[in-house]
Nanobody, 120 residues
Framework: QEQLVESGGGLVQPGGSLRLSCAGS????????MAWYRQAPGKERELVAR???????NYAGSLKGRFTISRDNAKNTLYLQMNSLKPEDTGVYYC??????????????WGRGTLVTVSS
């Protein structure tokens, strides 16, 4: 099944932590570059963090140090560990994958999102 399914969202107090998970196919995790995006209410979707097929990571500048992206290819799962959460982190978090099956081909996959609410 060529789909991505997020889980782990919910309600958390400011300063708390959550770990999001994204399950995908073996093919995606073998060759895909993956990322987390988020969309806050009334705002555009933005990149949170990404990890390529070789394990190289990068982060949005404002989030580096609080968020950690990782992948477990043996389990076909992508993770986002979120610490020191702030109310402005509230939004729908989406899993993303980019696959290049050939020189002339490129495919993108999106999960349906998981809602994270940071509030007292």
């Amino acid at each position: 099944q060529e789909q991505l399914v997020e889980s782990g969202g919910g309600l958390v107090q400011p300063g708390g932590s959550l770990r999001l998970s994204c399950a995908g196919s073996r093919r995606i995790f073998r060759i895909g570059d993956m990322a987390w995006y988020r969309q806050a209410p009334g705002k555009e979707r933005e990149l949170v963090a990404r990890v390529d097929s070789g394990g190289i990571t990068n982060y949005a500048g404002s989030l580096k140090g609080r968020f950690t992206i990782s992948r477990d290819n043996a389990k076909n799962t992508l993770y986002l560990q979120m610490n020191s959460l702030k109310p402005e982190d509230t939004g729908v978090y989406y899993c993303y994958a980019h696959v290049r099956p050939s020189i002339e081909g490129s495919l993108e996959y999106w999960g349906r999102g998981t809602l994270v609410t940071v509030s007292s």
